[in-house]
């Protein structure tokens, strides 16, 4: 089987920087909070030991997200949320480490959700199967995929990944 990661490793100094370097190259983004993530590591640094304490601990509470309703193009509505700096660092800790641990299940066609693939990455990948012969390329987009996730296994899953660890925290 794959390697699994300990919470420990999730927040490893390696992590936390590459964490850090990800979320200050969006310097003007924002916080629900209100902090720049031009600021975040400054503060990371005055506070990273007291948060770490409390994740290890089981004690850490994140903070309020802030809902922010957009409308699409095809005017569907739906809600995207804002996390604080911190919980935005936390987050991306975390993604890093679970992307290492479920990127390899994706297959090579697969574009959604995954960093440094988009559309345009996918269009050049039809581009080249037309170029090779092929009559047709399918896009297959799941409707409502997200609200159906059952957050029970999901949580239930994320905690066999994160070994031995309390994950009482995925669950606020």
């Known amino acids: 089987g794959r390697k699994m990661f300990t919470l420990e490793e999730v927040l490893s100094k ?6 850090l370097e990800f979320l200050i190259s969006k310097g003007n983004s924002c916080g629900a909070d209100g902090m720049f993530m031009a600021d975040l590591k400054e ?3 005055l506070n990273h030991t007291i948060i770490i304490d409390k994740i290890l601990s089981g004690e850490y509470e994140p903070g309020l997200a ?6 699409n193009k095809k005017g569907k509505r739906r809600v995207i949320y804002n996390l604080t700096a ?6 991306r800790m975390f993604s890093q480490k679970l992307r290492r641990y479920f990127e390899p299940e994706f297959v090579s066609s697969s574009f959604a959700y995954q960093e440094n693939k988009g559309v345009v990455s996918a269009v050049a990948l039809a581009q080249k199967f037309i170029a090779e ?3 047709l390329v399918v896009e297959i987009d799941l409707k409502d995929y997200f609200e159906q996730i059952s957050h029970d ?3 239930d899953i994320l905690s066999n990944v994160c070994l ?9």
């Open 66 to 71: 802030k809902g922010t309703e957009i409308i």
């Open 86 to 91: 911190v919980d935005r660092l936390i987050c």
């Open 164 to 172: 031995g660890q309390n994950t009482s925290a995925l669950k606020h």
């Open 43 to 45: 503060y990371w640094n």
């Open 133 to 135: 012969g092929n009559k």
């Open 153 to 155: 296994k999901m949580v």
């Open 14 to 19: 390696r992590n936390q920087r590459e964490a």
